[in-house]
């Protein structure tokens, strides 16, 4: 079945640690992007990719790091610059950048910080 | 800032009433307006408004776009419990989705 997977669901980080959140799509899609959502404040782009080894900052990129050397991966990076991460991060994809009606969604991660 | 904003932030309301939810936004940049549902995790998508005064309908849902006014409603009528989920607006510019904050929509039996 395609989709997009994000992994893992829950994710817990220590004070001054980096920690990685997975997105793999198999849909073959060319524009992936990276939103975070907080209670109240709907969806923030963090980061979008429109090409393999090409990455756009977003609207909330500071503290976030993220790569594209694959066409099937996107991964994000919180770093420990980030002092508010606490949040549900959502992964999309879709085959054109520019196309939100045609946006696939992963199911989430929820970053909790210890 | 490219902004969207949605009102209400929440609603509550009981099984069998008809619901509107409001969405304003900037015109810079505009090519669409639309609107997803989220339910627990993944928004699913709903419709796409590109033209004034055109209703999109599914169902019991339907939506509709005023661009000299810069909104769009999304009404849904005989609600359910499952019509339970978080509604998010979202305008489609050339390169980025900017979403509101979304109304969190509860349907009591």
């Known amino acids: 079945d395609g989709g997009i997977t994000q992994s893992p669901k829950y994710l817990f980080r220590k004070e001054g640690q980096n920690v990685t959140l997975s997105c793999e799509q198999n849909l073959n899609h060319d524009a992936m992007y990276w939103y975070r959502q907080d209670p109240g404040q709907g969806l923030r782009l963090i980061y979008y990719?429109?090409?393999?080894?090409?990455?756009q900052k977003g609207d909330i990129a500071e503290g976030y790091s993220v790569s594209r050397e694959k066409k099937e991966s996107f991964p994000l990076t919180v770093t420990s610059a980030q002092k508010n991460p606490t949040a549900f991060y959502l992964c999309?994809?879709?085959?054109?950048?520019?196309?939100?009606?045609?946006?696939?969604f992963g199911s989430g991660t929820q970053l909790s910080v210890l | 800032e490219d902004k969207v904003v949605q009102s209400p932030l929440s609603l509550v309301v009981h099984e069998g009433d008809t619901v509107t939810l409001n969405c304003s936004y900037e015109?810079?940049?505009?090519?669409?307006l639309l609107w997803y549902k989220q339910e627990k995790k993944a928004p699913t998508f709903l419709f796409m408004l590109?033209?004034?005064?055109i209703e999109k309908k599914s169902g019991r849902l339907s939506s509709i776009l005023d661009k000299k006014e810069l909104f769009s409603i999304l009404n849904i009528t005989a609600t359910q419990t499952g019509d339970s989920a978080i509604y998010l607006c979202?305008?489609?510019?050339?390169?980025?989705?900017?979403f509101g904050q979304g109304t969190r929509l509860t349907i009591n039996p």
């Open positions: 990719s429109q090409i393999v080894n090409d990455f």
């Open positions: 979202a305008k489609q510019g050339a390169q980025k989705l900017v």
């Open positions: 590109t033209s004034s005064g």
């Open positions: 999309a994809s879709s085959a054109q950048q520019g196309r939100g009606e045609k946006l696939f």
């Open positions: 015109v810079t940049n505009f090519r669409s």
